[in-house]
């Protein structure tokens, strides 16, 4: 069996952080929480219910992400895929062996979790998410034929392409950073249709307006940088 890692960055998501742990399929090798400078008991039930806890106190996911990439850096044993999932449940953590299969079958590089419309809760994605989704994933069709139609949060990479990628973004261009990256030094990539269900508490991005612009602003940043990069 192939070493998995599991990274989920999280911000006071004490509720729902045990229930996506448990969910976890018993075939990842380490589950890596990172309290994103959480003020409730976000950390200590991360670690009652089995995860590695780390604390990266400047607010940003790509800063929790960065923070959990680090951590395996110093290990002595790397993994050979590093999976990333949010931490307030509204991902089905259980479907994590569906979203590794490709790699593990078809030598593919990259899986995305797409939350398509058919697996979705009713009101699981707001109409900004839903809006910003498509806009993002049809500008990155038009300028670089990508076939992706989700910047989903459950993905999985193999630690190798992983750490090929140099991912730098610290906040909410994280996983479009990412997609455009692996576009760019033409990993093997795939989406596989994934449920999703309406979160426990409410969104610190897509739940605010200032959170929602800032999420658009950044992702189509990363867009027509990378349109214009040689």
């Known amino acids: 069996m192939p070493n998995i890692k599991v990274i989920i960055p999280a911000y006071n998501e004490e509720e729902s952080i045990p229930l996506v742990i448990k969910d976890i399929p018993s075939i990842v090798d380490e589950i890596i929480v990172v309290s994103n400078n959480s003020t409730d008991n976000t950390e200590i039930n991360a670690k009652n219910a089995g995860a590695t806890v780390l604390v990266?106190?400047?607010?940003?996911?790509?800063?929790?992400?960065?923070?959990?990439?680090?951590?395996?850096?110093?290990?002595?044993?790397?993994?050979?895929?590093?999976?990333?999932?949010?931490?307030?449940?509204?991902?089905?953590?259980?479907?994590?062996?569906?979203?590794?299969?490709?790699?593990?079958?078809?030598?593919?590089?990259?899986?995305?979790?797409?939350?398509?419309?058919?697996?979705?809760?009713?009101?699981?994605?707001?109409?900004?998410?839903?809006?910003?989704?498509?806009?993002?994933?049809?500008?990155m069709a038009l300028f670089f034929r990508s076939t992706f139609t989700d910047l989903g949060p459950f993905r999985a990479i193999t630690y190798k392409s992983l750490l090929g990628l140099n991912m730098e973004d610290k906040t909410y261009g994280w996983t479009v950073e990412m997609q455009l990256k692996a576009l760019k030094q033409k990993l093997n990539y795939r989406e596989i249709p994934v449920n999703y269900r309406n979160r426990i508490g409410v969104s610190k991005v897509s739940g605010t307006i200032k959170g929602a612009i800032f999420a658009g602003i950044k992702i189509l940043g990363w867009i027509f940088k990378y349109s214009f990069k040689k």
Do not use: H
């Not at 509204?90 to 593919?108: A, G, R, V, W």
């Open 56 to 139: 990266e106190n400047r607010k940003g996911y790509g800063y929790a992400c960065l923070k959990g990439m680090d951590y395996i850096s110093k290990l002595e044993k790397k993994p050979d895929i590093v999976v990333f999932l949010d931490g307030d449940y509204s991902d089905y953590p259980e479907e994590l062996t569906k979203i590794i299969q490709p790699i593990l079958e078809d030598n593919i590089d990259f899986v995305v979790g797409a939350r398509v419309k058919e697996l979705r809760e009713e009101g699981s994605m707001t109409s900004p998410q839903i809006f910003g989704n498509w806009l993002a994933t049809n500008l």
